[in-house]
């Protein structure tokens, strides 16, 4: 963590409304050392990106408030077809984990540029929210994307 990175964590740490998601963490050791740096009662987003987090997610997990399965940045460090092994591996584990897991990663991509999602993007999330996912974090759909409003909207279909 830089300096800069630090001094921001002591400013806000103790700020109910504040998160802290990780990229990019590589394992349970990882995961605690930050807990540490961090301490109690501040929020801790693990986000799984590399195989060794999502090997290790079940410890991950009794140390972080949630998890977040990255399909982008896992598929770009494991190619297409090992990424979506390893997501429907990691997927079926997903309500054994102690914290609450969300899916991540061109969850409804279409609508960066689109007012509706695709079918397949529905079907997706339907089937991650069934296997147990607690629910779907949005980045450029939101972020950068034209339908905002839309894509929030699509992904809460099923929630409620």
């Known amino acids: ?16 409304l504040i998160q802290f998601a990780i990229s990019y963490l590589k394992d349970a050791a990882e995961a605690l050392k930050y807990r540490e740096l961090l301490g109690e009662p501040a929020y801790l ?33 494991l190619g297409i077809r090992a990424m979506a092994e390893t997501v429907y591996r990691f997927s079926e584990k997903v309500r054994d984990f102690p914290a609450p897991v969300f899916m991540a990663g061109q969850v409804l991509e279409h609508m960066t540029g689109h007012p509706t999602p ?27 994307g034209r339908f905002p ?3 929030c909207q699509a992904a809460a279909l099923f929630k409620g």
């Not at 963590?1 to 109910?16: E, F, G, L, N, W």
């Open 1 to 16: 963590m830089s300096a800069k990175d630090q001094a921001i964590v002591d400013r806000t740490r103790a700020i109910p």
């Open 45 to 77: 987003i693990a986000m799984l990106e590399r195989r060794p987090a999502i090997e290790d997610a079940a410890k991950i997990a009794r140390v972080a408030n949630e998890l977040w399965l990255c399909r982008g940045d896992l598929g770009a460090e």
């Open 118 to 144: 695709t079918r397949s993007e529905i079907s997706t999330i339907y089937d991650s929210l069934a296997r147990g996912y607690e629910g779907l974090v949005l980045s450029d759909e939101t972020a950068i």
């Open 149 to 151: 409003v839309e894509s």
